[in-house]
């Protein structure tokens, strides 16, 4: 009763100070019998409070060992295999001896070392990627919690906003930027004349394996919020929605008259230039412009004065016939 009792308090200590990658992959029997012959050199005692305690300083928190265990998903086998590789070997040699508290910090030491060599060769995964989608393959391995730690990005993807012009070709691409699984499928749906994320105004227009939805003419029935849903094994991984709106054609051939117009009535005749490009003309540059007004200018002047000289001439001989 006295031995169920001392081991049941090992148990316990162990759970409680053990919150680390030994404890997501050592069993509990396995670090008993590894701590049962600890002693305590300085007092001549067998201490396993004291072992765990090593234990939990070499292993759970020390921040190299958690970082090499940060791989990618369904590489926490292969950490169990790693760490069982230094510690199983020890288990027997140590199984019901005593040793001294030297020579179980030296050795855990170096069974550390070893496994945060072997295991940081391991896969590492390429994070997260925002603002959403549930990503697999950007969770990773946490060994304070033994579990594998999710981006916790929320399904649904921003609106993008579409502006077409009635007539025109529109596509939309359901695409992210992290891996998708092989067996993907995908669902478009369509929320007609409004812009929503509601998933209860949706319709389902297709479904397969495109992650393209074309409209080759577009018109004013087009107008609404698209939303692309990709599934794998009946999950949904992500979704993302479009909002599609149609300007009538008589209305933009309109609005490109008006501009014309409003371009016809600026300075030297420049364009309004784009974003980030200079302005151009659709009249001469403006040195031949300034030499066409200079040439007329001086054309009118030397027109004035041979009107004026012919009128001088044409009163000096009215005035010699009156003689």
């Given at each position: 009763m006295c031995a169920f009792v001392v081991c049941l308090a090992c148990v316990s200590l162990l759970l409680r100070t053990s919150l680390g990658c030994f404890r997501c992959f050592?069993?509990?029997?396995?670090?008993?019998?590894?701590?049962?012959?600890?002693?305590?050199?300085?007092?001549?005692?067998?201490?396993v409070d004291s072992c765990f305690e090593m234990v939990d300083r070499i292993f759970n928190n020390n921040e190299r060992v958690i970082e090499a265990g940060r791989v990618g998903e369904g590489y926490d086998?292969?950490?169990?295999?790693?760490?069982n590789a230094e510690i199983l070997p020890m288990v027997e040699e140590f199984h019901e001896k005593t040793n001294a508290d030297t020579v179980y910090e030296e050795r855990l030491q170096t069974a550390a070392d070893n496994f945060i060599a072997a295991a940081s060769k391991l896969p590492r995964v390429s994070g997260c990627f925002p603002p959403c989608g549930f990503q697999i393959v950007g969770a990773v391995y946490n060994c304070i919690t033994c579990k594998y730690d999710s981006c916790e990005f929320p399904l649904d993807c921003p609106i993008k906003e579409?502006?077409?012009?009635?007539?025109?070709?529109?596509?939309?691409?359901?695409?992210v930027p992290f891996h998708l699984p092989d067996d993907i499928e995908v669902?478009?749906?369509?929320?007609?004349?409004?812009?929503?994320?509601?998933?209860?105004?949706?319709?389902?227009?297709?479904?397969?394996s495109d992650r393209l939805y074309s409209i080759p003419s577009t018109s004013l029935q087009h107008q609404g919020t698209y939303q692309c849903e990709i599934y794998s094994d009946k999950r949904s991984i992500v979704?993302?929605?479009?909002?599609?709106?149609?300007?009538?054609?008589?209305?933009?051939?309109?609005?490109d008259l008006?501009?014309?117009?409003?371009?016809?009535?600026?300075?030297?005749?420049?364009?309004?230039?784009?974003?980030?490009?200079?302005?151009?003309?659709?009249?001469?540059?403006?040195p031949l412009l300034l030499t066409a007004c200079l040439t007329t200018s001086l054309l009118l002047l030397f027109l004035s004065l041979g009107i004026l000289y012919k009128d001088e001439n044409e009163e000096a001989d009215e005035d010699g016939d009156v003689f």
């Open positions: 050592v069993d509990v029997s396995d670090g008993l019998q590894l701590c049962w012959g600890h002693m305590l050199t300085e007092h001549n005692v067998r201490n086998k292969q950490l169990k295999k790693l760490l579409i502006n077409a012009t009635e007539n025109s070709s529109n596509q939309m691409w359901c695409e669902v478009w749906r369509v929320a007609e004349e409004v812009k929503t994320q509601q998933v209860n105004d949706f319709k389902e227009v297709t479904a397969g979704r993302l929605y479009f909002h599609l709106s149609v300007t009538p054609q008589v209305l933009a051939g309109h609005t008006q501009e014309i117009f409003d371009l016809s009535l600026l300075p030297g005749g420049q364009l309004l230039p784009a974003p980030g490009s200079t302005p151009r003309s659709i009249l001469l540059p403006l």
